[in-house]
């Protein structure tokens, strides 16, 4: 069966719409809990209807998705075990994918049913991290220290910690500075369910509610996009492994051409057969171990890189098994680069600029998001907040401050929420729409000398604490069984002839 330009089996198509149905069924429960926290203050002041209000966060979210720039989602992916990314399509990569989008829906559904604010970043990263650690521990060979890309996980981790004492502290001082600019009493008065508010605040209440929606889009969103395309990459390799409107192959020739003769500098008397090379830089990628055969694997891979696409004006002139090769060569030695800079093996500077520049070059051809994906989970997000907004909305305005929220703590929280998440997006980081604004409302709720309901705000502290470690418990534990247990005996079943 002809599928997007590859002949498919009715089977593989399954598996497609299976794993594509699931990430954006946990996007849409990203929209349960992080979009309805975009749309909670202008529900509940009365600024907009909940169907308007839910559309219109779901065009902002779309336009932020369309405009991101894809960091955030690849930063998602630099957390993932290097040797799955790039033999992405194995048995263990789909067992990969499946564990983590499985674990992060469990936990995500859990606590919206429960009507506790929880982010969806914490419970992705969670998931991905207890995958990583069980991989690293079941492989032989591997390092865990070496294996996992810790750099990225502790930027993630700090990121995740900050960005709530920021909503918190951010939020409490703007409503202060409010109260001491603007005198209108009506700002500071609990939200009157049977009326509108005033224009004014009404106004200012939209266009918070516009830019976390935004914001969120430009940078939750990204999550599910990296995740959609390693999908698409494992099960359509022919169209998805590389990006297929690249204008930039004669110049990837000609610079892998320049970094041969670079490397050809540490291996002069180096020779290493294709499978070797591959074996040597997976090695020191999951071991950290470097040697002289480093720089030879890589010089081996950039030739064939150069080799592969000598001649060749687009990737369309490869066909889908090169492309799928290609796509691992660059996985391998932009990887390889990438760990070299973080040991500090790169001394030389010219030569420092001559690999950093490769990578990059690398990367644009293998780390790009087509729009489709965007929309897919733009509309995910969208049909997410549709129906599960108002738990959410219901504990954001009622349930953690001590008094129903105001017109000017609504504000405060969003335009903090809406710059914090913007911050993060600039710097490629994920951040929890989620925690910003439920700490965000805290804080208005503590400066305006309400109280807390220490209850809620225990249930949602002990969500937040748990989010990473039950998430990370529930990943590792079904790739564990996945890969010890389901994926030998399916393999069993294949070699006799059942499957």
């Known amino acids: 069966m002809q599928f997007f330009g590859e002949t498919l089996t009715v089977g593989t198509i399954v598996l497609l719409v299976f794993a594509v149905g699931l990430t954006l069924f946990f996007e849409a429960i990203n929209g349960f809990h992080d979009t309805a926290n975009a749309v909670a203050t202008v529900i509940y002041t009365n600024s907009l209807e909940p169907t308007i209000a839910v559309v219109w966060s779901g065009i902002c979210n779309l336009v932020g998705a369309l405009m991101s720039s894809g960091a955030v989602a690849f930063t998602i992916w630099s957390l993932l075990p290097v040797d799955l990314v790039i033999n992405i399509g194995s048995g263990l990569s789909y067992a990969m994918l499946f564990c983590i989008l499985i674990s992060a829906i469990i936990w995500n559904f859990g606590t919206w049913y429960l009507g506790i604010p929880n982010s969806s970043t914490h419970t992705l990263v969670g998931s991905i991290v207890g995958v990583s650690i069980v991989h690293s521990v079941l492989s032989s060979g591997y390092n865990l220290g070496e294996s996992i890309d810790w750099k990225p996980v502790r930027e993630v981790l700090v990121s995740l910690l900050i960005s709530p004492i920021i909503g918190f502290c951010c939020a409490a001082l703007l409503l202060l500075l409010a109260k001491a600019l603007l005198k209108n009493p009506d700002l500071y008065q609990p939200a009157d369910e049977k009326k509108t508010p005033p224009l004014w605040i009404r106004a200012l209440l ?17 999550k599910g996009m990296g995740l959609l395309m390693m999908i698409f990459i494992a099960i359509l390799p022919g169209i998805f ?10 110049q990837l020739v000609t610079t892998s051409r320049s970094v041969t003769a670079v490397l050809e500098q540490h291996t002069p008397r180096i020779s290493l057969n294709d499978r070797s090379a591959t074996n040597t830089l997976t090695s020191f990628l999951n071991t950290g171990k ?10 081996v891979k950039t030739q064939k890189i150069a080799d592969s696409l000598s001649g060749k004006t687009s990737f369309k002139d490869l066909s889908i098994k090169e492309r799928r090769s290609l796509r691992s060569d660059m996985d391998l030695v932009s990887s390889t680069i990438s760990k070299l800079n973080q040991k500090q093996k790169l001394t030389d500077r010219p030569e420092k600029q001559a690999l950093t520049s490769y990578q990059t070059m690398l990367e644009q051809q293998t780390k ?14 969208g049909v997410g ?9 219901i504990t954001v305005g009622e349930k ?34 989620t925690h910003v604004l439920s700490s965000g409302v805290a804080g208005t709720m503590v400066a305006d000398g309400a109280g807390l309901q220490w209850e809620i705000i225990r249930n949602i502290a002990l969500a937040w604490v748990l989010t990473l470690p039950a998430s990370g418990l529930v990943s590792a534990a079904l790739f564990a069984a996945s890969s010890q247990i389901l994926l030998p005996f399916l393999a069993g079943l294949t070699q006799n002839g059942y499957l």
Request: glycine share 10%.
């Open 206 to 222: 939209i266009l918070t509610c516009t830019g976390v929606s935004f914001s969120h889009g430009s940078n939750d969103g990204q």
């Open 241 to 250: 492994a590389l990006n297929m409107y690249s204008t930039n192959v004669p």
């Open 290 to 299: 470097f040697s002289d055969q480093t720089y030879g694997a890589m010089l």
């Open 368 to 381: 790009y998001l087509p729009r489709f994906v965007k929309i897919a989970v733009a509309f995910a997000l």
């Open 385 to 393: 907040t549709m129906i599960g907004w108002k738990r959410i909305v």
């Open 400 to 433: 953690i401050g001590k008094k129903p929220l105001s017109y000017g703590q609504g504000a405060s929280a969003e335009l903090v929420t809406m710059a914090t998440i913007g911050a993060a997006s600039s710097f490629g980081l994920p951040a929890s729409t």
